[in-house]
């Protein structure tokens, strides 16, 4: 079922992905375009729409584009958008475009290709981009024709969040299939679109024919409203639809846009579905605008163009012969025009434009469009010409109509042969050194190359087959080497008269009859191996050296297995490695790691000791004793703590070693306070408020506070709390600021008898009262606010200036937001911006940048519109025609640039004029075939080549790699990736190592099987057994063996332990005499725990020889205390009957040799083969075979039988070659960790097991590599053929600008590209792509070209327009051509683009530098501010003096004068009147001060202006106290004893503190204090009885403390800290 599902899958997935070749149009017209408010730059507003006032230019511009499956833009159109409304619904013209706009493509998958829109800003270069999208219509049907209905329409709207505007367009669109293709996918061709087509038996009947054999015509007019709100008429096999105005198209099913012929009297025009309307601009009505809404005339009714009169109670204007329009603003541009033939003259801003009639074109309307019956068929593109059309046919048709059927399309000749149409196909006639169909096969016969034989050709090249004596690619050569084999060691070579033997590795000679022993020089029995290029010596075990000339001493020595022996001239020596010794590298070196930190290090036979230095200790002298030499100064004891030492100091001594006296002990301060030692005595550190040797005085006992402060005690003094209104440390200040707020604007600052303000900005006054508007100094209900520094008006609307005194004339009026408004006098003047223009700057002057550059510009309502000069085009006539006569050779469409044309060539060609298809300049290489596309070529590679250009030889064609593998190419031959279980250069060779078989070791094949090298620590077949004894060392020589899950050591006689570590002394029984063994259980005492050391007594003769100690090994430092009960040994007494001892007594030396008594010992003499002091051992006793080898003892050495697989004196060599042969083909060479095979010449591989053809170096001029069945040559260059033996003459031949090389019989020859020419196509034609612009004529020189030029161009290449030469500088101006057009230089009297406008300023003079400006009919002067009047001549004297901002400024004949507003006076306004306002209330008199005004109030009031009654004059606060002024009311702050509103209560506890052990209570006339617990009366009680005793239990010890008085608490915690820290540190 599930691969069922895959099978579905896979077929749904092919039919997505098919490919149609075919062809399909797309209709595509652009219904509307909507931009709210304008807003298209990131919500930013954007000019271009009436009734929005905005600051930026936009440009928008539509791209459309049909992407394919790679996301590959496949056609497209480009249009600008003319977005004149908010909301613009479009007609038969869109921007600069046609509206529908049909575009092709070859095939179309709706699920994968997609429909892009695309907007930008062409005016904006960091942001252009406006909206963007793209899509997939999934339900998208392609029909029959272009009378399909599958329309389909799509709105697309961007998003305020991603695009930052609202902007939104509306397409409608179908696909139907092109002429001539029909099916489904539009895949069925008929060429020639013939009335009938039949395509693999399906029958189709052009459009608009029926019937078996489509002979009948269809009467389209039948069908009701065919033709929508137009007139049907039938013709033969089609139909044509006679539209009225409002529709257009095939059908007249669009809509048009009405507002093309600008019907609205200078009003805006907004075309809808059917219709338009009019937004008509002020003053205008109608449904054309074409009325006035005002019923009365005045002077600007007609705006000076016409006469005004009232018709039926409405004004009428009739204008002047050269305006227009309901109130004669419109230039009459129409009123004289040419358009001929019936056409519409339509008034477009500064010009007018004729629109034609049908069957009419031109400027003026005054040509034939021949192209009006559309004569060209099959899609084909017509073009008027002077007496007639020009067809430009697509791809697949020809002829004067496009009616041919085109069979060379798409087909090409290769190699510059030329494609013939013929009635039902094409051919192609090929030049001589080529043939084939297209002319893809090379003639590689072509010349005769063979001298004496025949030629034969084939894909790649040609084949001689020679006449007998002869040989060589071309059978030029004689063949010497006939009945010449080299001894079967070599390979016969012809040479130019001779022949030479090339000879096998290994051989040498002529004729290959030696190899590299026949002379060797090989010493001491030493066996010659013959090599590849020289010969080597195999010396026998005891010599080495290149030639085995050298004694090797070091051969079977291995120095003990720990050291590296070293060569000598007559001995050898062993390099210990570091932790061993001796001559052999027998013995351990327990000092090599120097384990004696600050020490001697002495070895012993199982290890080291170490001598301490002084101030070190413990075993290895890395422990500090930190208490060397340190005694405490002896008043207390050391211990060592950590990484230092600490004194137990004695009562009395404190101090790191106890050497200072300690005088604070049993001395006590008061109040608690802290006792601190001194040199010869102690202080007491007080606590804040105390002082006194023992802290028992306070601060506050000599106070000198005034005023009735009260005195507090600090940590270092006291302070005075003052009552209110004083100051100063003692309060012996008055307080003038006390209740002053300087009316909460200012500061107070006490002075020596009173006090000041310092107002904040904006105040002023002595009591900061007033701020700067307090004169009210704003005129015509202006609003005075209040600054830091002075005053501002905020004036109504309709006012303006300093005091709001200036009437403002430009409220109101803004200038429609593109000028500056003015005031002037009695009015207002608007100065637009010189894109604007009108009373108010209300009209667009779109003509302000002079964008017509070779035509004249006029404003319409909503844009500009250029009229041309002939030989001109474009929005802005800013383009040339280059266009004209060119046809792109028939292979494209020609657009006109910016300074040139160019062709947009038809798929499959591209150049300058489509001359070329993609394989002119093609790379395909090694005889390759190229085949031109759509957008490339493709090389279709010769067998044996691959790559895009058929550049890499494919050595894998024809290789299986044995059916085991992939085979990949490689730059010089080809590699295998075999699968899993294979191996080998063609992976002809089972692995199997594939499955990791060694589970810890490396795995290496052999030709049946594998073989397993174990890591370290395992073993087994496949290393799957644990080494129980890998890096286990039996000691002194002992045997490790494999256990089941552990190791044994067989120790040596002589030793025992589990790693025969421990020497057992009593293996020959030294103990003469019968005494035995005696065993004593020592204690030792260390820091950690008690350790028991055992004590080895070996008795002789009652007397104690020697004492060996062993420890724990962890009882690193240890102290040997008193050894407690010792055992008492027992005397056993001596012999006295013999005087002689018999050593050898019992004593057989193991049966392998004779005893012999000594003095006092005995020895034994050993048996050849054996050696100990009794005989013990043979010589296998300590032998190092390894790998489970076999010891075999000799008579004075041993011999190591090996295991299989191994070899070696010990055994210690894996023998990788044991069964490998190397296929019989080689020889196996032992190597470290595999084998390798030496092979003999003629075979190869890893085992040999491949043939080696390149032995014989068959590549004459070339590498040699090795295929399965032969081998492939890589030529070096300058050489080519199968064995590199023809010479390649286009070797290092570079046929200039990319011509390609051949190669000839004795030569090469360039065939170049189009453009050059030359032996090496060294030479540039450069007239060959007539790089002469705009129809000039090319001439070739020696270096270069020259260009003539045709009438209005210059430059070498004609690129430049002479814009001159059709200028429109009128009254006089001259001519002066730009880079972008031309400037008109004008006469004095008169100025514009064009010298078109009066200069009325010409005559006119500005008096005092004032500037002159031109107006429609009279000229205007900008004065400078000094001066003004109509031509700037009077004396402006107020322009410096502004009256300070306080009255209005009047110019005198000679001078000025100040009105000065009321409050202010001076002859600039300068004073101000304080008083005049009288701001002294209740009777007070004003006074004028120099910066304000001071008020003397009258009895009872108070304030900076007399406002405030003084309440205080009624309430004395009982004279205990002073009374303030307090939110309207009073307050008395009452002085120190006192207390109540009216301080009528006395505090009898006033600084009574009881001696600070009471507390104070008020009684009815005095005090009383009740004292705290211990105390009575005014006397602290202080004396308590009896003592505390506490005992603290710590560890096993008890602590006892005699703790007094009331610091008991205290006491306890700090000593019991001290007591927890002492008892952590024992």
């Given at each position: 079922m599930a691969e069922q599902k895959h099978i579905l899958c896979l077929l749904l997935w092919m039919f997505i992905l098919k490919v149609a070749s075919g062809k399909i149009t797309f209709f595509i017209h652009i219904d509307e375009v909507k931009s709210p408010g304008n807003k298209l730059h990131g919500g930013r507003c954007c000019q271009g729409v009436a009734g929005t006032q905005c600051n930026m230019l936009c440009k928008p511009v539509l791209t459309v584009c049909l992407k394919d499956a790679k996301h590959s833009c496949v056609t497209s159109f480009t249009t600008t958008l003319d977005m004149g409304q908010q909301n613009v619904i479009y007609g038969s013209k869109v921007g600069n475009t046609t509206n529908p706009q049909f575009l092709e493509v070859d095939s179309w998958k709706k699920y994968l290709d997609k429909i892009s829109v695309r907007v930008v800003d062409i005016q904006n270069s960091s942001t252009p981009t406006i909206y963007q999208a793209e899509f997939a219509d999934y339900s998208l049907q392609t029909g029959n024709n272009i009378l399909s209905q599958h329309w389909r329409q799509k709105k697309l709207t961007a998003s305020f969040l991603s695009d930052k505007n609202s902007f939104s367009i509306q397409i409608t669109y179908k696909a139907y299939c092109s002429e001539g293709y029909y099916g489904s996918d539009c895949t069925d061709h008929c060429p020639g679109n013939p009335r009938k087509c039949v395509v693999n038996g399906h029958k189709y009947c052009k459009m608009g024919w029926d019937g078996i054999d489509c002979d009948e015509d269809i009467n389209e007019c039948t069908s009701q409203k065919f033709c929508g709100y137009g007139t049907c008429t039938n013709t033969a096999g089609s139909f044509h639809c006679a539209c009225p105005s409002s529709v257009y198209g095939l059908k007249c099913q669009l809509d048009e846009d009405e507002c093309l012929?600008?019907?609205?009297?200078?009003?805006?025009?907004?075309?809808?579905?059917?219709?338009?309307?009019?937004?008509?601009?002020?003053?205008?009505?109608?449904?054309?605008?074409?009325?006035?809404?005002?019923?009365?005339?005045?002077?600007?009714?007609?705006?000076?163009?016409?006469?005004?009169?009232?018709?039926?109670?409405?004004?009428?204007?009739?204008?002047?012969?050269?305006?227009?329009?309901?109130?004669?603003?419109?230039?009459?541009?129409?009123?004289?025009?040419?358009?001929?033939?019936?056409?519409?003259?339509?008034?477009?801003?500064t010009n007018y434009t004729c629109h034609c009639a049908n069957g009419f074109i031109g400027e003026l309307c005054d040509k034939v469009d021949y192209?009006?019956?559309?004569?060209?068929?099959?899609?084909?593109?017509?073009?008027?010409?002077?007496?007639?059309?020009?067809?430009?046919?697509?791809?697949?048709?020809?002829?004067?109509?496009?009616?041919?059927?085109?069979?060379?399309?798409?087909?090409?000749?290769?190699?510059?042969?030329?494609?013939?149409?013929?009635?039902?196909?094409?051919?192609?006639?090929?030049?001589?050194?080529?043939?084939?169909?297209?002319?893809?096969?090379?003639?590689?016969?072509?010349?005769?190359?063979?001298?004496?034989?025949?030629?034969?050709?084939?894909?790649?090249?040609?084949?001689?087959?020679?006449?007998?004596?002869?040989?060589?690619?071309?059978?030029?050569?004689?063949?010497?080497?006939?009945?010449?084999?080299?001894?079967?060691?070599?390979?016969?070579?012809?040479?130019?008269?001779?022949?030479?033997?090339?000879?096998?590795?290994?051989?040498?000679?002529?004729?290959?009859?030696?190899?590299?022993?026949?002379?060797?020089?090989?010493?001491?029995?030493?066996?010659?191996?013959?090599?590849?290029?020289?010969?080597?010596?195999?010396?026998?075990?005891?010599?080495?050296?290149?030639?085995?000339?050298?004694?090797?001493?070091?051969?079977?020595?291995?120095?003990?297995?720990?050291?590296?022996?070293?060569?000598?001239?007559?001995?050898?020596?062993?390099?210990?490695?570091?932790?061993?010794?001796?001559?052999?590298?027998?013995?351990?070196?327990?000092?090599?790691?120097?384990?004696?930190?600050?020490?001697?290090c002495t070895n012993t036979n199982t290890g080291y000791k170490c001598s301490c230095n002084g101030g070190y200790l413990g075993k290895n002298c890395d422990v500090i004793d930190y208490c060397y030499n340190k005694h405490c100064s002896n008043h207390g004891t050391c211990h060592i703590r950590g990484n230092t030492y600490n004194c137990t100091c004695n009562n009395g001594f404190i101090g790191k070693d106890c050497q200072t006296r300690d005088y604070c002990y049993n001395k006590h301060c008061s109040n608690h306070g802290t006792c601190q030692n001194r040199h010869d005595s102690y202080t007491c550190q007080c606590r804040a408020g105390y002082h006194g040797k023992d802290c028992d005085q306070t601060y506050c006992s000599h106070h000198q506070c005034q005023n009735g402060a009260s005195c507090v005690n600090e940590v270092s003094n006291y302070t005075c709390k003052c009552v209110p209104g004083f100051e100063g440390f003692f309060c012996q200040t008055r307080d003038y600021c006390y209740h002053q707020t300087c009316s909460g604007h200012g500061t107070c600052h006490n002075g020596q008898h009173k006090y000041t303000c310092t107002c904040n900005p904006g105040y002023l006054g002595s009591d900061c009262q007033h701020d700067y508007c307090f004169s009210n100094p704003c005129k015509n209900h202006g609003t005075c606010k209040n600054g830091k520094t002075n005053y501002t008006c905020s004036c109504p609307v309709d006012y303006m200036g300093r005091h709001c005194e200036i009437r403002n004339y430009c409220h109101g009026h803004s200038c429609s937001g593109h000028g500056t408004c003015q005031n002037e006098g009695h009015g207002y003047t608007c100065q637009c911006r010189s894109q604007y223009l009108g009373k108010n700057c209300e009209l667009n002057n779109y003509c302000h940048s002079n964008p017509c550059i070779h035509g004249n510009c006029s404003n319409l309502s909503t844009r500009y519109n250029c009229s041309c000069l002939r030989g001109f085009t474009g929005t802005k006539c800013d383009k040339v025609d280059y266009c004209h006569g060119k046809n792109c050779n028939g292979h494209g469409q020609c657009q006109n640039g910016q300074h040139n044309y160019t062709c947009n060539c038809y798929p499959g060609f591209l150049g300058r004029n489509c001359e070329y298809d993609y394989c002119f300049n093609n790379t395909c290489q090694n005889g390759a075939t190229c085949q031109s596309g759509?957008?490339?070529?493709?090389?279709?590679?010769?067998?044996?080549?691959?790559?895009?250009?058929?550049?890499?030889?494919?050595?894998?064609?024809?290789?299986?790699?044995?059916?085991?593998?992939?085979?990949?190419?490689?730059?010089?031959?080809?590699?295998?990736?075999?699968?899993?279980?294979?191996?080998?250069?063609?992976?002809?060779?089972?692995?199997?190592?594939?499955?990791?078989?060694?589970?810890?070791?490396?795995?290496?094949?052999?030709?049946?099987?594998?073989?397993?090298?174990?890591?370290?620590?395992?073993?087994g077949t496949n290393c799957d057994a644990i080494d129980y004894c890998y890096n286990k060392h039996c000691s002194n020589h002992g045997t490790c063996q494999n256990g089941r899950n552990n190791y044994t050591c067989t120790c040596n006689r002589g030793f025992l332990g589990k790693d025969c570590e421990t020497q057992n002394y009593c293996y020959n029984n030294l103990c003469s005499n019968h005494v035995t063994h005696v065993k004593i259980m020592v204690p030792v005492k260390t820091e950690k725990q008690t350790i028991h050391a055992l004590v080895l007594l070996i008795i002789w003769d009652v007397i104690v020889k020697y004492v060996i100690i062993a420890m724990d090994k962890s009882a690193v430092d240890m102290e040997l205390v008193k050894m407690e009960n010792m055992v008492t040994l027992v005397n056993v007494g001596r012999s006295t009957l013999c005087d002689k001892v018999d050593y050898c007594h019992g004593k057989n030396c193991n049966g392998y040799g004779q005893c012999q008594n000594g003095q006092h010992n005995y020895t034994c003499n050993c048996n050849p083969g054996y050696l100990g002091s009794n005989c013990e051992y043979d010589y296998c006793f300590n032998n190092t075979c390894q790998n489970g080898a076999t010891c075999q003892s000799g008579n004075s050495n041993y011999a190591c039988l090996c295991k299989s697989g191994y070899k070696g004196t010990h055994c210690e060599t894996r023998n990788y070659c044991q069964g490998q042969r190397c296929s019989g083909h080689g020889t196996c060479n032992n190597g470290p960790s595999k084998y390798t095979c030496v092979c003999q010449p003629d075979y190869r591989g890893n085992d040999c097991e491949l043939k080696n053809y390149c032995h014989s170096n068959p590549c004459i001029h070339g590498q040699c590599t090795n295929t399965n069945t032969g081998y492939t040559c890589s030529c070096n260059g300058g050489y080519l053929g199968t064995n590199c033996d023809a010479i390649d003459y286009c070797y290092n031949k570079h046929c200039s600008n990319h011509g390609t090389c051949q190669n000839g019989r004795n030569n090469y020859t360039c065939t170049c590209n189009r453009g050059f020419l030359g032996k090496d196509c060294e030479t540039q034609n450069y007239c060959y792509n007539n790089l002469c612009s705009n129809h000039g004529t090319c001439q070739n020189g020696q270096n270069s070209y020259t260009c003539q030029c045709k009438a209005g161009y210059l430059g070498s290449s004609c690129e430049v327009v002479d814009h001159c030469f059709l200028s429109n500088c009128t009254n006089g101006?001259?001519?002066?051509?730009?880079?972008?057009?031309?400037?008109?230089?004008?006469?004095?009297?008169?100025?514009?683009?064009?010298?078109?406008?009066?200069?009325?300023?010409?005559?006119?003079?500005?008096?005092?530098?004032?500037?002159?400006?031109?107006?429609?009919?009279?000229?205007?002067?900008?004065?400078?501010?000094?001066?003004?009047?109509?031509?700037?001549?009077?004396?402006?004297?107020?322009?410096?003096?502004?009256?300070?901002?306080?009255?209005?400024?009047?110019?005198?004949?000679?001078?000025?004068?100040?009105?000065?507003?009321?409050?202010?006076?001076?002859?600039?306004?300068?004073?101000?009147?304080?008083?005049?306002?009288?701001?002294?209330?209740?009777?007070?008199?004003?006074?004028?001060?120099?910066?304000?005004?001071?008020?003397?109030?009258?009895?009872?009031?108070?304030?900076?202006?007399?406002?405030?009654?003084?309440?205080?004059?009624?309430?004395?606060?009982?004279?205990?106290?002073?009374?303030?002024?307090?939110?309207?009311?009073?307050?008395?702050?009452?002085?120190?004893?006192?207390?109540?509103?009216?301080?009528?209560?006395?505090?009898?506890?006033?600084?009574?503190?009881?001696?600070?052990?009471?507390?104070?209570?008020?009684?009815?006339?005095?005090?009383?204090?009740k004292c705290n617990?211990?105390?009575?009366?005014?006397?602290?009680?202080?004396?308590?009885?009896?003592?505390?005793?506490?005992?603290?239990?710590?560890?096993?010890?008890?602590?006892?403390?005699?703790?007094?008085?009331?610091?008991?608490?205290?006491?306890?915690?700090?000593?019991?800290?001290?007591?927890?820290?002492?008892?952590?540190?024992?």
């Open positions: 012929l600008q019907p609205c009297n200078g009003g805006d025009c907004v075309n809808s579905k059917g219709s338009y309307t009019c937004n008509c601009k002020r003053g205008t009505t109608g449904k054309n605008c074409e009325s006035l809404t005002s019923h009365q005339c005045n002077d600007n009714t007609c705006n000076t163009h016409g006469h005004c009169h009232v018709q039926h109670r409405q004004a009428v204007c009739t204008c002047n012969n050269k305006y227009t329009g309901p109130d004669c603003s419109i230039r009459n541009l129409c009123a004289h025009n040419q358009c001929q033939n019936g056409a519409t003259c339509v008034i477009t801003g192209c009006a019956t559309d004569p060209c068929k099959n899609s084909g593109s017509c073009t008027n010409t002077a007496s007639g059309y020009n067809c430009s046919c697509t791809g697949l048709f020809i002829g004067q109509n496009c009616s041919t059927y085109d069979y060379c399309f798409g087909q090409y000749c290769n190699n510059r042969g030329q494609c013939q149409n013929r009635p039902n196909g094409y051919s192609c006639q090929c030049r001589s050194q080529y043939l084939g169909k297209n002319c893809e096969q090379n003639n590689h016969c072509h010349g005769n190359p063979c001298k004496n034989g025949r030629c034969t050709n084939s894909n790649t090249s040609y084949t001689c087959t020679c006449n007998r004596g002869f040989t060589g690619k071309n059978c030029d050569k004689v063949d010497y080497c006939n009945g010449k084999n080299c001894n079967g060691h070599g390979q016969c070579q012809n040479g130019q008269h001779s022949y030479t033997c090339n000879c096998n590795p290994g051989f040498l000679g002529s004729n290959c009859e030696y190899d590299y022993c026949f002379n060797n020089t090989c010493k001491n029995g030493a066996t010659c191996h013959s090599g590849n290029s020289n010969y080597t010596c195999s010396c026998k075990p005891e010599y080495k050296g290149t030639l085995c000339e050298t004694r090797n001493y070091c051969h079977g020595q291995t120095c003990s297995g720990h050291g590296t022996c070293h060569n000598g001239q007559s001995r050898y020596t062993c390099a210990c490695q570091t932790n061993y010794r001796g001559n052999n590298c027998e013995l351990r070196d327990y000092c090599h790691s120097n384990p004696c930190r600050h020490g001697n759509n957008s490339n070529y493709t090389c279709l590679c010769k067998s044996g080549y691959k790559g895009t250009h058929c550049e890499t030889r494919n050595y894998c064609q024809g290789q299986r790699c044995s059916g085991h593998g992939t085979c990949n190419n490689g730059p010089s031959r080809y590699t295998c990736d075999c699968q899993s279980d294979y191996r080998g250069n063609d992976c002809e060779l089972k692995n199997y190592c594939h499955s990791n078989p060694c589970i810890h070791g490396q795995c290496t094949n052999t030709n049946t099987g594998y073989t397993c090298s174990c890591n370290g620590g395992y073993l101006g001259t001519c002066i051509n730009k880079a972008e057009g031309y400037s008109c230089s004008c006469s004095s009297a008169y100025t514009g683009t064009y010298c078109e406008e009066r200069n009325f300023c010409d005559t006119q003079r500005c008096n005092n530098k004032g500037t002159c400006q031109n107006l429609d009919d009279n000229y205007k002067c900008n004065c400078n501010t000094e001066y003004y009047g109509r031509n700037c001549k009077k004396r402006n004297y107020c322009h410096k003096h502004l009256c300070n901002s306080r009255g209005n400024c009047s110019n005198l004949d000679n001078g000025y004068v100040c009105h000065c507003e009321l409050g202010f006076n001076g002859t600039d306004c300068e004073e101000i009147d304080y008083c005049f306002h009288k701001p002294c209330h209740n009777g007070g008199v004003c006074h004028q001060q120099e910066d304000g005004y001071i008020c003397h109030c009258a009895p009872g009031f108070q304030g900076r202006n007399c406002t405030d009654r003084n309440p205080c004059m009624d309430h004395t606060c009982s004279g205990h106290g002073s009374c303030t002024i307090n939110n309207g009311g009073y307050r008395c702050k009452c002085y120190g004893g006192y207390s109540g509103k009216d301080c009528q209560d006395q505090d009898f506890c006033y600084q009574i503190d009881c001696n600070g052990n009471g507390t104070c209570h008020n009684t009815s006339n005095d005090f009383d204090c617990p211990g105390f009575k009366g005014l006397e602290i009680l202080a004396k308590m009885e009896g003592h505390v005793i506490m005992e603290l239990p710590i560890t096993t010890a008890f602590v006892k403390m005699a703790l007094l008085g009331r610091n008991v608490k205290l006491g306890i915690f700090a000593f019991f800290k001290i007591v927890i820290i002492e008892a952590h540190a024992r």
